[in-house]
């Protein structure tokens, strides 16, 4: 395979107070990034931004190009007992701490850079949990085999809302580089 090129960008880190002042952020980043293929499921981002952001340990890294915002990743540690990845897995780890990795989004002019993966990696650099979760739609089986990548296993499928796709369960070691 041949190396990715990486555009280097500036990630800034914001938390559960910062919502306010990057909600808008995230929401031109998701229309842009969705803008040809955007669902009545895609439609209800907001709310996601908002309960996500309402998770007194949310954590999220925006990266800029200069001034443009490009890319996102947030999530949040997942409450104890209500993992995603506990009905898939006979049994839990001995850490069985979890962070939810809920949204990794990048403008389309500045896929294929790099930039996924950097903010990838910045949103988990000194996270105290074990694992990380995240929901796949399988429907993107290259976005599925990038998470592959980076060492992400696929362990089952979870459909968390009636109107949602029945999202692959990824899980892996946030320790894994």
């Known amino acids: 395979m041949e190396p990715l090129v990486t555009t280097p960008i ?18 031109d980043i998701h229309a842009d990034a969705y803008a040809a293929d955007m669902s009545e499921f895609d439609e209800r981002f ?15 890294v925006i ?8 890319g996102f990743a947030y999530g949040a540690p997942a409450a104890v007992g209500r993992e995603w990845w506990r009905e898939h897995l006979a049994d839990a780890p001995a850490d069985d701490s979890t962070f ?3 949204e990794l989004m990048v403008r389309p002019a500045w896929r294929g850079m790099g930039v996924a993966e950097q903010l990838h990696d910045a949103l988990l650099t000194d996270r105290p949990e074990a694992l990380v979760v995240l929901l796949v739609d399988p429907d993107h089986p290259k976005v599925q085999a990038l998470y592959e990548r980076w060492g992400y296993r696929r362990i089952g499928n979870r ?11 990824m899980l892996r070691d946030v320790a894994t580089p």
């Open 46 to 60: 907001p709310w996601f931004v908002d309960h996500w952001g309402s998770h007194p340990d949310y954590a999220c």
């Open 100 to 102: 939810s990795f809920s």
């Open 63 to 70: 990266g800029y190009d200069g001034e443009a915002p490009v």
């Open 10 to 27: 500036h990630l800034r880190r914001h938390g559960h107070d910062d919502l306010p002042t990057i909600r808008q952020t995230l929401l």
């Open 159 to 169: 459909q968390p809302f009636p109107d949602s796709p029945n999202f692959a369960v």
